[in-house]
């Protein structure tokens, strides 16, 4: 199994340790990634807001410079946010030729020319449709059995295009939590908002998402997420709602392929544990 | 000249309005929003007033703002509605006629996007720092300071100097300003 890689902006900054256990992860799992070469920014949620043509340019410009790589028909991407603008614009451009042909105008600026030959993927869906489970649970020897984790998927991954779960009921991390021998945290916030760019821009807004999901994680020894976003959002306003709720909202955020990579053997320092923002320690107390 | 604040609005909210064309007023999208307690008028009566050319009423609101594109509305709407992308567009309208109360946001977006232009991708730092200076709010910063110096430490974000290269991307922004006018 080999994929071209799309790391984001994220990941190369604020979520580097996402980037570091994702590859980690997929080597561990035999699976080959192949880094899109001078990728750019996919413009997040701020292009669509801002622009609409640009909003499909900077994310074509990077399908474009998968395609002239022409090594692989997939793209993995991590980044939840990434994910749907890329996969936007691969599905808008197989209907509205118009559009797509404005877009080339745009990349013909870069001799960059787009076919709209790639098809983009979430890490998640790899995980759960392509990477064989068993390569997981013979790894981990039931080691997070004492553990029982809640499975965060936020908005992005899961809407508005229904790919690989359930947008309204998502599962597809049961099976990866349960092969590492920890038990699903049973709650219903899975696929609720975490408020995105809100919490920077509409504090009040956003703190409220964020606050609502924290409290119903009570009771849960982690939080997975696949999103740098929610990441960010979950971990970085715990002390402040906890004040502000007379609440302890203390609880430990990991992405994904840091909970299966510690599963599977790699240590702290391998998935970068150091870097998460959440305080971690009770975490690892029961996990190692 | 000429042309009412009203005109200019309904021209570049024609689109939204086409997008939502068919809206029976069930208002499941309405119940499907994690942010309508901060709106103060629903998506359901948003729709409405957008079917009506009610232009100034839904620019005078906040409620578009808050959307934070959770793409329930859109997931739900039994008319198959694109609901999420009809508030884009609201918003995008809103910034390239700098209201007011959109400022905070449209700057946040502006900066995220100078950083981009310039370096391809995005410095956070940079891109935050703008932000801060823009808004001339001292105690905004204040607010992000702790996050940020926590980010610093753990050395995820790096401090950026303006420097006058040419940016990264500038010709594709350039082209796509010159095609949307
Ligand atoms: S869910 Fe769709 S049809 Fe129902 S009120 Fe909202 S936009 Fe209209
Ligand atoms: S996409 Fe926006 S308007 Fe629609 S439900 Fe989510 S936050 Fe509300």
Redesign the interface.
């Known amino acids: 199994m080999n994929y071209l890689y799309y790391p984001g902006c994220s990941l190369e900054g604020t979520s580097a340790e996402y980037d570091i256990s994702t590859r980690l992860l997929m080597a561990a799992a035999g699976v080959q990634l192949e880094e899109i070469e001078d990728w750019s920014c996919c413009g997040a949620t701020a292009a669509e807001s801002q622009s609409h043509l640009l909003s499909y340019v900077l994310p074509a410009r990077n399908l474009a410079l998968a395609e002239k790589m022409n090594r692989s028909k997939e793209i993995l991407v991590p980044c939840s946010a990434c994910y749907l603008n890329l996969k936007k614009t691969e599905a808008i451009i197989k209907k509205d030729k118009p559009l797509l042909k404005k877009i080339n105008t745009v990349l013909a600026e870069e001799d960059l020319v787009l076919k709209g030959e790639m098809k983009v993927r979430h890490l998640l869906d790899v995980l759960s449709n392509d990477v064989d489970i068993e390569k997981i649970k013979a790894g981990s020897h039931h080691k997070m059995k004492d553990l029982v984790v809640a499975p965060y998927y936020g908005c992005q991954c899961l809407r508005p295009f229904k790919i690989f779960d359930d947008p309204e009921d998502p599962h597809s991390m049961d099976a990866l939590i349960q092969a590492t021998g920890a038990s699903v945290f049973d709650w219903d916030m899975g696929g609720q908002c975490c408020g995105a760019s809100n919490t920077s821009t509409k504090p009040e807004a956003g703190m409220a998402l964020v606050g609502n999901i924290l409290k119903a994680a009570h009771g849960a020894d982690a939080i997975l997420t696949v999103c740098p976003m929610c990441q960010m959002n979950l971990e970085s306003n715990q002390k402040k709602i906890s004040h502000k709720e007379g609440l302890d909202l203390d609880i430990p955020v990991l992405f994904l392929p840091q909970f299966l990579g510690l599963a599977m053997g790699k240590t702290l320092t391998d998935v970068r544990l150091d870097l998460n923002l959440s305080n971690t320690r009770a975490f690892t107390e029961k996990a190692i | 000249m000429g042309q009412t604040t009203n005109d200019r609005l309904l021209a570049m909210t024609e689109t939204a309005k086409e997008m939502v064309g068919t809206c029976i007023q069930c208002g499941t999208c309405t119940a499907s929003c994690?942010?309508t307690?901060?709106m103060d008028i629903t998506p359901r009566h948003m729709w409405r007033l957008l079917l009506t050319d009610h232009m100034d009423a839904i620019f005078s609101s906040k409620s578009f703002?808050?959307c934070?594109?959770?793409?329930?509305c859109?997931?739900r709407c039994p008319r198959g509605l694109?609901l999420?992308a009809a508030m884009?567009?609201l918003?995008?309208a809103a910034?390239k006629l700098e209201l007011k109360q959109f400022r905070?946001?449209?700057l946040?977006?502006?900066s995220?996007?100078d950083s981009?232009k310039k370096h391809?991708?995005?410095?956070?730092m940079e891109f935050m720092t703008q932000y801060f200076m823009a808004m001339k709010n001292p105690v905004l910063p204040f607010?992000?300071a702790v996050?940020g110096l926590?980010?610093l430490s753990?050395g995820?974000?790096?401090p950026e100097f303006p420097f006058g290269s040419k940016g990264?991307?500038t010709?594709?922004?350039?082209?796509?300003a010159e095609?949307?006018g």
């Open positions: 994690p942010n307690e901060f703002i808050m934070s594109s959770c793409y329930y859109t997931l694109e999420t884009s567009l918003k995008q910034s905070r946001s449209s946040f977006y502006k995220f996007l981009v391809g991708r995005v410095k956070e607010a992000y996050l926590k980010l753990k995820k974000v790096h990264k991307l010709a594709l922004f350039n082209k796509v095609l949307e």
